[in-house]
């Protein structure tokens, strides 16, 4: 089974839920036309994260989407890191980063039976955090394959 994962691009640093920069946009919607749009009729879903920049992302890259949408907090919050990588929730408030509990660290969260549980062909917009769950690095404003069966991540 595949799917796909598009990483957000350039955000806002010291906002709370930032979206992205001017710069960022511009990234997205350059993975729209030269990416996305290549996969387009392989799409089965689409799910983004609960945050505003990964909601900004979902509608970045379909602006009318023809396919189901799905949002979900696994695939990203509204939580970002600040200048000093300290945690700056949705509030406005921070947390020290060795305070922050992850997806990666929940006791018997499985991300690989998350992937095997949605349907062939499915887009998640998300970011780092999931990234890291699985074992990959990730690239600001990309799009990945990630072949479940194999366990195994290619940049598009």
């Known amino acids: 089974m595949r799917?796909?994962?598009a990483v957000h691009g350039q955000i806002k640093r010291g906002v709370p839920n930032p979206g992205h920069t001017q710069e960022g946009i511009m990234q997205i919607l350059d993975l729209q036309s030269n990416k996305v749009s290549e996969i387009y009729g392989q799409i089965v879903e689409i799910w983004f994260g609960s945050g505003g920049r990964?909601?900004?992302l979902f509608h970045l890259l379909f602006p009318d989407p023809a396919v189901p949408f799905f949002?979900?907090?696994?695939?990203g919050g509204a939580e970002s890191l600040n200048e000093k990588g300290d945690v700056l929730l949705a509030s406005g408030r921070t947390i020290p980063k060795e305070n922050y509990v992850g997806i990666k660290k929940i006791a018997g969260f499985d991300p690989w039976k998350f992937l095997e549980s949605l349907p062939n062909g499915v887009f998640l917009c998300s970011g780092g955090e999931l990234m890291?769950?699985?074992?990959?690095?990730k690239e600001h404003a990309s799009l990945y394959q990630i072949d479940?069966?194999?366990?195994t991540c290619r940049k598009l």
């Open 3 to 5: 799917l796909y994962v």
């Open 54 to 56: 990964f909601h900004e």
């Open 71 to 75: 949002c979900s907090p696994l695939l």
């Open 132 to 137: 890291k769950a699985f074992g990959f690095e």
């Open 148 to 151: 479940v069966e194999q366990r």
